[in-house]
């Protein structure tokens, strides 16, 4: 994972290379993507690295052998496989993208599945992004090993210059035609998938194919609850497709941030770095990586792949999706009923404030912009927050389908100092024929809450067939205290 830009954190899981790893089960007729071979791989980006002065950055040997390794072992199973030279953006010598389809499908409806092959200059990058490039690889293997019917097309890649900032995945998703980027339903990226204090995270998990990935989990591990992936948003692969608007997915295990208390009590391991090697000599394998982290990721890529692609299942569909990137004719009191003086709801850039902690974050989930309760900081943190009482903002109409599961999903969090009380809160509703349901209420507390970003998901099957409106409301009902609150990629899918 590159490190040039910014991001923040969130959660993993631990185990040692050398323990044997839980049994995994997964969907009904997907294969089983084997562990040994995962690991087989990553010897071999070992060997190429310790025969190459201890690298595989895009400029050295180190990574033209990597990629004659990748290259070799999909054409021998049947891929059509190209090396793309990345002729705009990268670092100067830099090797080329491998780009590999599998035969079958339809082309309109295209998955992809990436994964960076380099390494930074200090090491070998074996969780950094050897982990990512052997999971790839492996399924892909497993796809022509069983050959099975292809629904959709799918398509493999292996990047290039993505530790000198993501260069060889922008050349090729800006290389692009419109049409082109149309064909691609999804890409689902696979950076860093087996940290040693690490566990399990999902890029844009509200999005339909991130719950596709979600789905794999929650099934077959009810406790993980894999959370959104705020440490790597911006910093990897598929930044470069979200920049391009096609939809996006993956999964990662955590890099330099430290994992929480509560995320220890969630996963165990220590509140230490989730990659105590990240970017260093000492990303090595075997003993930079976790065996039941990387297997599970395996799996859940291949759970994605087969829904998808194979067509083992039924992927929930978009039906209205929002990520505050341009205006989509949301409405600010939209009731007329609205008391907040200042930290009125608003799309934009926010501003980061702290105070006792973070208060107003100012990275989003995705992209640039949010809706955010006052989006600039001013001299002090409580200049533009929430006082007053409430504000409200609404979405436009969404006309949800007759039948099916429905569920919205949002990204928010909601941020206060120690004299906020009860009486402050965040709060989603459904606005429907019948009124106003409210599907969730997050209160304050006389206790300090710093701003992080959490995923909600609620099902709202109960009002199939009509026109509904989302409505975020956020309060400062407590006098003078200091009221945070955003939100993030809205969705609202149906399975």
């Known amino acids: 994972m590159a490190f040039t830009l910014a991001a923040t954190a969130v959660a993993a899981l631990p185990s040692s290379a050398a323990a044997a790893?839980?049994?995994?089960?997964?969907?009904?007729?997907?294969?089983?993507?084997?562990?040994?071979?995962?690991?087989?791989?990553?010897?071999?980006?070992?060997?190429?690295?310790t025969a190459n002065g201890g690298t595989r950055r895009s400029t050295t040997a180190g990574y033209t052998a990597s990629v004659n390794y990748v290259f070799d072992r999909l054409s021998a199973a049947g891929y059509t496989v190209v090396?793309?030279?990345?002729?705009?953006?990268?670092?100067?010598?830099?090797?080329?993208?491998?780009?590999?389809?599998?035969?079958?499908?339809?082309?309109?409806?295209?998955?992809?599945?990436?994964?960076?092959?380099?390494?930074?200059?200090?090491?070998?990058?074996?969780?950094?992004?050897?982990?990512?490039?052997?999971?790839?690889?492996?399924?892909?293997?497993?796809?022509?090993?069983?050959?099975?019917?292809?629904?959709?097309?799918?398509?493999?890649?292996?990047?290039?210059?993505?530790?000198?900032?993501?260069?060889?995945?922008?050349?090729?998703?800006?290389?692009?035609?419109?049409?082109?980027?149309?064909?691609?339903?999804?890409?689902?990226?696979?950076?860093?998938?087996?940290?040693?204090?690490?566990?399990?995270?999902?890029?844009?998990?509200?999005?339909?194919?991130?719950?596709?990935?979600?789905?794999?989990?929650?099934?077959?591990?009810?406790?993980?609850?894999?959370?959104?992936n705020v440490e790597g948003a911006g910093r990897s692969d598929d930044a470069s497709f979200n920049a391009v608007g096609i939809q996006?997915?993956?999964?990662?295990?955590?890099?330099?941030?430290?994992?929480?208390?509560?995320?220890?009590?969630?996963?165990?391991?220590?509140?230490?770095?989730?990659?105590?090697?990240?970017?260093?000599?000492?990303?090595?394998?075997?003993?930079?990586?976790?065996?039941?982290?990387?297997?599970?990721?395996?799996?859940?890529?291949?759970?994605?792949?087969?829904?998808?692609?194979?067509?083992?299942?039924?992927?929930?569909?978009?039906?209205?999706?929002?990520?505050?990137?341009?205006?989509?004719?949301?409405?600010?009191?939209?009731?007329?009923?609205?008391?907040?003086?200042?930290g009125v709801w608003e799309r934009g850039d926010p501003e980061a404030t702290t105070s006792s902690g973070a208060k107003q974050l100012g990275t989003t989930v995705s992209g640039t912009n949010d809706l955010v309760t006052g989006r600039l900081a001013g001299a002090a943190a409580g200049d533009f927050d929430i006082d007053g009482g409430t504000t409200s903002i609404q979405s436009p109409a969404i006309t949800l389908p007759a039948t099916g599961t429905l569920n919205v999903s949002l990204s928010w969090y909601l941020a206060h100092g120690s004299n906020a009380s009860s009486a402050d809160f965040f709060r989603v509703s459904i606005v429907h024929s019948g009124g106003t349901t409210q599907l969730f209420n997050q209160a304050g507390a006389a206790a300090n809450r710093n701003g992080a970003w959490a995923t909600g998901t609620w099902n709202i099957s109960a009002f199939a067939g009509q026109s509904v409106r989302i409505l975020i409301q956020a309060a400062d009902a407590s006098g003078a205290s200091l009221v945070e609150a955003g939100v993030d990629n809205v969705t609202v899918t149906r399975a």
């Open 83 to 228: 090396r793309q030279t990345c002729a705009t953006g990268c670092t100067a010598g830099a090797g080329p993208n491998v780009i590999a389809d599998w035969p079958g499908g339809d082309v309109n409806n295209t998955y992809m599945f990436g994964a960076h092959l380099d390494s930074v200059t200090a090491g070998p990058g074996i969780n950094d992004n050897g982990s990512g490039s052997a999971t790839v690889l492996e399924i892909a293997l497993t796809l022509a090993a069983t050959n099975p019917t292809m629904q959709n097309h799918v398509r493999f890649a292996f990047w290039s210059d993505e530790e000198q900032g993501l260069n060889g995945s922008q050349h090729y998703a800006n290389s692009l035609t419109a049409a082109q980027r149309t064909q691609i339903k999804g890409y689902f990226n696979f950076d860093m998938v087996a940290s040693t204090n690490g566990g399990y995270f999902i890029n844009r998990i509200t999005s339909s194919i991130g719950q596709v990935l979600k789905a794999y989990y929650d099934t077959n591990f009810p406790g993980i609850a894999p959370e959104e």
């Open 248 to 342: 996006t997915s993956g999964v990662a295990a955590g890099a330099s941030a430290n994992k929480t208390a509560a995320q220890v009590t969630k996963w165990g391991g220590t509140t230490g770095d989730y990659d105590p090697c990240y970017h260093q000599a000492c990303d090595r394998f075997p003993a930079n990586i976790s065996d039941t982290v990387l297997n599970r990721a395996g799996d859940a890529a291949a759970h994605a792949l087969w829904t998808l692609a194979v067509g083992t299942g039924t992927p929930p569909t978009t039906v209205y999706s929002d990520t505050f990137e341009t205006a989509t004719g949301w409405t600010t009191n939209p009731n007329g009923t609205d008391t907040a003086t200042t």
């Open 21 to 49: 790893p839980a049994p995994d089960v997964v969907a009904l007729a997907t294969p089983d993507i084997s562990l040994t071979n995962q690991r087989a791989h990553l010897q071999q980006f070992q060997n190429i690295a």
